[in-house]
């Protein structure tokens, strides 16, 4: 009776207890992944520490959260793109990488004054994707364990999309904040056109048409607007030539694909 009920409770154990050898494999056969996830997770960190300064000034979390962010996109470069070559042919495909334009995003931001939106896209980014390899770490560790960070997680998958279109329309909203940071003499004259350069970047990107789709969006909604009855005429002229200016200055339509970051 006695050996039944230890054989029982051994068999019940490696159910409930982690998985820690397979854990172990998976990091040591997944490196670079793992170590943009901790990447992530330190971009997610030192925005919390720019909005609540503990153990540093907010002005210190905010260039780290921009550093981490750029080390990411440049780890993430790397991992898709390999070894660097010097021709023209790799460059292209460099630009076409949404890994490249958010190593971009945070060089812009970094010789700018703090402005706290411009965090905003870095952080959705990293609890995205941090969130989607914690749950492949987790399950490495076993399908039960930490059922309270599934949670989390199940929540962030579940808001993806309303995630990725607040993404797209911080991204366009920061293009009109870049000009007034000029004329507030918070940026360098050039902020504007380089910024203007990544927008055009994500309007065109292959595998995220969120950018893309959000200005389709914005220019119904404004279009609406300026077709209402009550809307005083300069008003409407107004809306309408910032319409056509943004239609005018609009790379050309590309097919999207899958997105993937």
């Given at each position: 009776?006695?050996?039944?009920?230890?054989?029982?409770?051994?068999?019940?154990?490696?159910?409930?207890?982690?998985?820690?050898g397979a854990f172990k494999v998976h990091v040591?056969?997944?490196?670079?992944?793992?170590?943009?996830?901790?990447?992530?997770?330190?971009?997610?960190?030192?925005?919390?520490?720019?909005?609540?300064?503990?153990?540093?000034?907010?002005?210190?979390?905010?260039?780290?959260?921009?550093?981490?962010?750029?080390?990411?996109?440049?780890?993430?470069?790397?991992?898709?793109?390999?070894?660097?070559?010097?021709?023209?042919?790799?460059?292209?495909?460099?630009?076409?990488?949404?890994?490249?334009?958010?190593?971009?995003?945070?060089?812009?931001?970094?010789?700018?004054?703090?402005?706290?939106?411009?965090?905003?896209?870095?952080?959705?980014?990293?609890?995205?994707?941090?969130?989607?390899?914690?749950?492949t770490l987790l399950d490495t560790l076993g399908?039960?364990?930490?059922?309270?960070?599934?949670?989390?997680?199940?929540?962030?998958?579940?808001?993806?999309?309303?995630?990725?279109?607040?993404?797209?329309?911080?991204?366009?909203?920061?293009?009109?904040?870049?000009?007034?940071?000029?004329?507030?003499?918070?940026?360098?004259?050039?902020?504007?056109?380089?910024?203007?350069?990544?927008?055009?970047?994500?309007?065109?990107?292959?595998?995220?048409?969120?950018?893309?789709?959000?200005?389709?969006?914005?220019?119904?909604?404004?279009?609406?607007?300026?077709?209402?009855?009550?809307?005083?005429?300069?008003?409407?002229?107004?809306?309408?030539?910032?319409?056509?200016?943004?239609?005018?200055?609009?790379?050309?339509?590309?097919?999207?694909?899958?997105?993937?970051?």
């Open positions: 009776m006695s050996d039944t009920t230890s054989n029982t409770e051994s068999s019940d154990r490696p159910s409930s207890q982690l998985n820690f040591l056969a997944h490196k670079i992944d793992v170590t943009l996830w901790v990447i992530r997770i330190l971009t997610i960190f030192f925005t919390i520490g720019y909005f609540i300064p503990v153990y540093w000034s907010s002005y210190n979390a905010y260039y780290k959260a921009l550093l981490a962010n750029a080390a990411t996109s440049a780890l993430r470069l790397h991992q898709r793109l390999g070894t660097v070559q010097f021709n023209a042919q790799f460059l292209a495909k460099v630009l076409l990488e949404d890994s490249c334009h958010y190593l971009f995003y945070s060089l812009i931001f970094l010789y700018v004054p703090p402005v706290t939106l411009v965090l905003l896209p870095i952080l959705l980014f990293a609890i995205l994707h941090a969130s989607s390899y914690a749950l399908h039960n364990a930490w059922w309270g960070a599934r949670l989390l997680i199940s929540v962030v998958e579940f808001q993806s999309r309303n995630i990725l279109r607040l993404i797209s329309f911080t991204e366009i909203f920061l293009m009109p904040l870049t000009v007034f940071l000029v004329l507030m003499g918070k940026g360098g004259l050039l902020t504007p056109f380089i910024y203007y350069h990544f927008l055009v970047q994500r309007y065109s990107s292959r595998r995220n048409p969120y950018t893309r789709n959000m200005f389709h969006e914005l220019r119904v909604v404004f279009e609406s607007f300026a077709a209402k009855p009550n809307m005083p005429g300069f008003i409407r002229s107004f809306i309408l030539f910032v319409i056509n200016l943004t239609c005018k200055l609009a790379p050309p339509q590309v097919t999207a694909q899958p997105h993937t970051q």
